[in-house]
């Protein structure tokens, strides 16, 4: 079995930032991605936004990403690898030779979170395609150079349903509408108003989403606003927010250390990269 002093399950920002703390402290670190390639979600965000609380400067999700890869070039990261569940100290993992295990003096878990999805949301309705998360079309957007619809909807109004029309405004995507149940959006106010003045994209607040329409792809999608029922046809549907960290490997309470997305509140990539530094001077003094 393969003993290490530290290992770090997820290569995103936090991940990646605690494995080269941890170098710069003299303790070598394995981090093991399910992923191809390391990075973490920012890989698919291609707006501006990125990088300025790290290394003080403005990038797309996939520079961002890219500068934490060669950030850790000289670290024992490995991709293609996951962890299929902890016992103790000793994690189970598969990679494209199989089933191993590998002993940890220490496990740090930064494996992020995720958006919530249509089957989570109890939406009724026919289950056509064109229905995503935004992470879902970013990867469509960023990685596969695809347009999945012309006119969605999207469902939410969190700082990530802003990212949704950056993302369908890259490919000439225009939203028919943004729907949010509460009375005000999630994000900041001046939000509602981009969205509207600069994008062109209604916000439509005190909405709900009943049902999705169509046979094989999305054709209209049932709202209740302001308790009267409307039909609005789109083509596709994009569920936003409602974040739910991946924490599958905590449900036998393993001994480890969270850093980033995984746990708390939602935060910005630049502060999981902080809190993985942070997180990695801990283990250093003995105290995570």
């Known amino acids: 079995m393969e ?7 997820g290569g995103g920002p936090a991940g990646l930032s605690a494995a080269r703390r941890l170098s710069e402290l003299g303790i070598a670190a394995t981090v093991l991605e399910r992923e191809q390639q390391a990075g973490g979600a920012p890989r698919h965000c291609g707006h501006l936004g990125f990088g300025w609380e790290s290394h003080r400067r403005i990038w797309t999700g996939p520079r961002f990403a890219e500068r934490l890869r060669t950030d850790s070039a000289n670290l024992d990261l490995r991709t293609g690898h996951t962890v299929l569940g902890i016992d103790g100290n000793v994690l189970r993992v598969l990679n494209q030779r199989g089933i191993s295990e590998m002993a940890a003096g220490k496990i740090i878990l930064a494996t992020g979170t995720r958006e919530t999805p249509r089957s989570a949301r109890l939406v009724g309705g026919s289950r ?4 995503m998360t935004t992470g879902a079309l970013q990867a469509h957007v960023y990685l596969q150079n695809f347009k999945p619809f012309e006119r969605p909807v999207i469902i939410g109004s969190e700082w990530v349903s802003f990212s949704a029309i950056l993302t369908c405004r890259h490919i000439g995507v225009r939203p028919v509408a943004m729907i949010e149940a509460k009375d005000r959006i999630s994000a900041p106010r001046p939000g509602g108003l981009l969205a509207r003045l600069i994008y062109g994209v209604p916000v439509w607040t005190g909405t709900r ?9 999305v054709e209209a999608v049932e709202i209740e606003r302001h308790g009267r029922h409307a039909r609005i046809a789109c083509d596709g549907v994009i569920f936003t927010g409602e974040w739910a960290p991946e924490a599958a490997l905590l449900v036998n309470r393993p001994k480890v250390t969270l850093a980033g997305n995984v746990h708390g509140d939602l935060k910005t990539s630049g ?12 283990v250093a003094r003995g105290q995570a």
Not at 128 to 131: K, M, N
């Open 209 to 217: 989403l009943i049902a999705i329409d169509g046979r094989t792809g």
């Open 3 to 9: 003993q290490r002093d530290v290992v770090i399950i």
């Open 128 to 131: 056509p395609r064109g229905v």
């Open 271 to 282: 502060a999981c990269w902080r809190e993985g530094r942070a997180i990695a001077e801990q």
